[in-house]
């Protein structure tokens, strides 16, 4: 794992060189997600049969197989052991209350003109949902894409889960019972997500696609947006570490592993500016990584993309921070708080030295789905607001109206639209 530090001469390019990624940038890899798009769209369900038992191997030799029952989810939900249920029922209570907080209503005022304005809050009529499936199988996924949606007050939720050789996690469809899913198809790639977009014979169209996937996954929600929302284009899983003052390494290091096992391109970033916790931390994420069952892809993580940074004070650490924009952010000092107040940019922050990543992955309450790759600078976590749509209201009195409509009328002339200041004139 790379050291860096802030005293080093070439330190800001080292850095810059640490965080350049981009999702999705090959060429190549557009160009087939857009002929897969274009073929779906013309051959439907057939196409997207096809595709999935070619990349999937699923064993469906009609597209009626690749939806699931209701009874199937339910039956997933009831053979769970009770642990197992119990725990995720916990997880659904939490993230459902959080998300109740985040609902919006309606809202509206009558101006001094005696005329009403407003704003109209609705939610959207169907989603899709996107879950990774095979060795990426995550039943929180489920719970963070579909609850806020059924609270948000969405009234069809339709999820696509990719099913390699026909096997599926039985527990990410008992997830999808217990979040309410309106209908599951064992489909994935940048052909689900075209199906979504489209629809097909047996898919429906749906109004906005939310998330994670792999880079086709990622390519593909780019290129259907307009015709469809979508919450962002997702990449690799990132977590950064600061840590300050009495500590245990041995937490901070499975800390930073916690992400790393995530994906060979996932990124962990540890920052502190006490020499001798870095060391230590370096020294227990060696002895920590050999334990991990997922070793091998942790070691390409920090090896590729893993960084241990010194700085000189916690000012300079919040300059990084904010630099990097970070998916989960780790504040691991007594003025946790206070630090948290000077952090612009991250998609969550997570304080204190008892708060690890991991509890806001499952069953914190607040959204997993968070912006990456530096884009936590201008978006957010994904939430109620994203299955909702505002619209403006408008209403003119008889007297009210007049003086709006000079000036519309005025302003509609000086940029040449006279059908406009006519109408406008009309109503005084």
Request: glycine share 4%; aromatic share 6%.
């Given at each position: 794992?790379?050291?860096?530090?802030?005293?080093?001469?070439?330190?800001?390019?080292?850095?810059?060189?640490?965080?350049?990624?981009?999702?999705?940038?090959?060429?190549?890899?557009?160009?087939?997600?857009?002929?897969?798009?274009?073929?779906?769209?013309?051959?439907?369900?057939?196409?997207?049969?096809?595709?999935?038992?070619?990349?999937?191997?699923?064993?469906?030799?009609?597209?009626?197989?690749?939806?699931?029952?209701?009874?199937?989810?339910?039956?997933?939900?009831?053979?769970?052991?009770?642990?197992?249920?119990?725990?995720?029922?916990?997880?659904?209570?939490?993230?459902?209350?959080?998300?109740?907080?985040?609902?919006?209503?309606?809202w509206s005022y009558i101006d001094e003109l005696g005329n009403t304005l407003g704003q109209k809050v609705t939610p959207l009529d169907r989603v899709g949902i996107y879950v990774p499936g095979g060795l990426a199988s995550y039943p929180s996924s489920v719970l963070m894409n579909a609850i806020p949606a059924h609270v948000a007050g969405v009234s069809e939720i339709i999820m696509v889960v990719p099913a390699p050789d026909g096997e599926l996690n039985p527990l990410v469809l008992a997830a999808a019972f217990l979040a309410g899913v309106s209908r599951v198809f064992t489909i994935g790639g940048?052909?689900?997500?075209?199906?979504?977009?489209?629809?097909?014979?047996?898919?429906?169209?749906?109004?906005?696609?939310?998330?994670?996937?792999?880079?086709?996954?990622?390519?593909?929600?780019?290129a259907v947006f307009g015709q469809v929302g979508i919450d962002m284009i997702a990449g690799p899983s990132e977590i950064l570490v600061y840590a300050e003052g009495l500590n245990n390494a041995d937490w901070l290091a499975m800390d930073v592993l916690s992400q790393a096992e995530h994906d060979t391109v996932a990124q962990a970033i540890f920052i502190t500016p006490d020499e001798q916790l870095l060391q230590a931390v370096e020294e227990a994420i060696e002895k920590h990584l050999s334990q991990l069952p997922k070793a091998e892809i942790a070691c390409t993580s920090i090896a590729n993309?893993?960084?241990?940074?010194?700085?000189?004070?916690?000012?300079?650490?919040?300059?990084?921070?904010?630099?990097?924009?970070?998916?989960?952010?780790?504040?691991?000092?007594?003025?946790a708080k206070e630090m948290a107040t000077l952090i612009r940019h991250a998609g969550a922050i997570f304080m204190g030295r008892y708060t690890p990543e991991a509890i806001g992955d499952y069953c914190a309450g607040p959204n997993h789905v968070l912006p990456t790759s530096g884009t936590a600078r201008f978006s957010s976590p994904l939430g109620v607001y994203d299955f909702q749509k505002r619209t403006s209201l408008i209403m003119c009195s008889e007297q009210g109206v007049q003086p709006l409509a000079r000036t519309a009328d005025i302003l509609a002339q000086q940029e040449n639209l006279d059908a406009h200041a006519r109408s406008a004139r009309y109503r005084y």
């Open positions: 794992m790379r050291r860096l530090s802030t005293q080093d001469q070439n330190f800001k390019q080292a850095f810059a060189d640490l965080l350049a990624f981009e999702t999705v940038s090959d060429p190549e890899l557009l160009k087939t997600v857009d002929q897969i798009i274009a073929d779906v769209r013309q051959h439907g369900d057939a196409h997207v049969l096809k595709l999935t038992q070619q990349f999937d191997r699923h064993p469906a030799h009609q597209f009626s197989e690749l939806e699931l029952t209701q009874a199937q989810l339910k039956t997933a939900f009831e053979n769970l052991e009770p642990q197992v249920r119990d725990a995720l029922e916990m997880a659904a209570d939490r993230i459902r209350a959080f998300h109740q907080a985040q609902k919006q209503d309606g940048a052909q689900a997500v075209a199906a979504l977009a489209y629809g097909t014979e047996t898919v429906p169209r749906v109004d906005k696609i939310t998330g994670p996937g792999n880079r086709f996954v990622a390519a593909a929600k780019r993309r893993g960084a241990l940074v010194l700085v000189n004070s916690r000012k300079e650490a919040i300059e990084l921070i904010n630099q990097v924009a970070p998916e989960h952010l780790e504040l691991c000092l007594d003025e």
